[in-house]
């Protein structure tokens, strides 16, 4: 697994590997995950190179998510996808050990400026 | 403190979220809020120093067309689960930008989509703050500020009118 997609929606998970091919990284294996809970199960048994998470989710969210992570030590480079985009929310998602958060509504340059310095150039 | 959500913010907002999303131009239109057994509402509340909530209204048709944009595909003829995320996401994404311009200390619920013919979801201690229409290729639609009443200590009232949305108001 190359990328783990952490997303409630469905519709958004499908959005954002659409962005990644249009950002121009191709034949990367995506796994997904419905919120913070699965997304660490799949964290268990997978080594990803990244993961891309929202923020709001039900019964874990992306912050959660993200310090849960960090908290067992793995230290995953990690960026969250959000229509969240305020400078306190920001801040916080670095702090707690984010390498970026691209908002909502995102275009594919987004993503490719984004992903280039952990995934390398596409 | 009190903060004001514009109706101005409002209509930029949706405005950037179908050009990126959809590649879809709206403009602010004229078309008056009809209620119809035809329509589906998604919503997201907002809570903190401005309390209420963000609704998307438009019709089953526009929802397919709408999808079919948004995940680059032949819209469905009828409402799928994809139709409906779509409308959640469209309310999530003018609910999140607005909670962002607006101020910190606002926090935004998941979105929920309502359909059906007699659905009627009942906001109580709220009221219509603005009700924009809006209009594209795929038609008028229309998003609504319900704002929670509260009187001027801030305390929110328990009691008051309630906004029933989507068949009467």
């Known amino acids: 697994m190359d990328i783990l997609l952490v997303d409630d929606s469905k519709t958004m998970r499908g959005i954002v590997q659409r962005a990644i091919r249009q950002a121009g990284f191709r034949g990367l294996s995506v796994g997904e995950a419905e919120n913070g809970v699965q997304g660490l199960e799949k964290l268990r048994t997978e080594k990803p190179k990244l993961v891309l998470s929202d923020w709001n989710m039900p019964e874990m969210s992306g912050i ?51 992903l280039t310095p952990i995934l390398g150039k596409s | 403190m009190v903060i004001n959500v514009s109706a101005e913010m409002v209509a930029q907002t949706v405005e950037a979220v179908f050009l990126a999303m959809m590649d879809l131009e709206v403009s602010p239109g004229e078309t008056p809020w009809a209620p119809s057994h035809d329509q589906l509402t998604s919503a997201v509340q907002l809570s903190g120093l401005w309390n209420g909530a963000l609704l ?44 962002s311009a607006v101020a910190a200390g606002l926090s935004l619920s998941l979105p929920w989509v309502m359909e059906g013919s007699d659905y009627g979801r009942r906001l109580c201690g709220t009221e219509v703050q603005d009700r924009l229409a809006f209009d594209c290729k795929d038609g008028p639609f229309w998003v609504t500020l319900l704002a929670v009443l509260s009187d001027t200590q801030g305390a929110i009232r328990n009691s008051g009118p309630c906004q029933e949305t989507g068949t009467s108001l």
């Open chain 2, 56 to 99: 998307f209204e438009c019709d089953r048709r526009q929802a397919c067309q709408f999808t079919g944009r948004f995940l680059s595909m032949d819209p469905p003829g009828v409402v799928t689960e994809d139709v409906r995320d779509v409308l959640g996401e469209l309310a999530n994404m003018i609910g999140g930008n607005i909670k």
């Open chain 1, 64 to 114: 959660e998510f993200l310090v849960q992570v960090r908290a067992s030590e793995n230290k995953v480079p990690f960026g969250f996808i959000t229509s969240e985009a305020s400078a306190a929310i920001k801040q916080l998602a670095m702090d707690s050990g984010a390498s970026f958060l691209i908002t909502k509504p995102f275009s594919p340059e987004d993503v490719q400026e984004a």
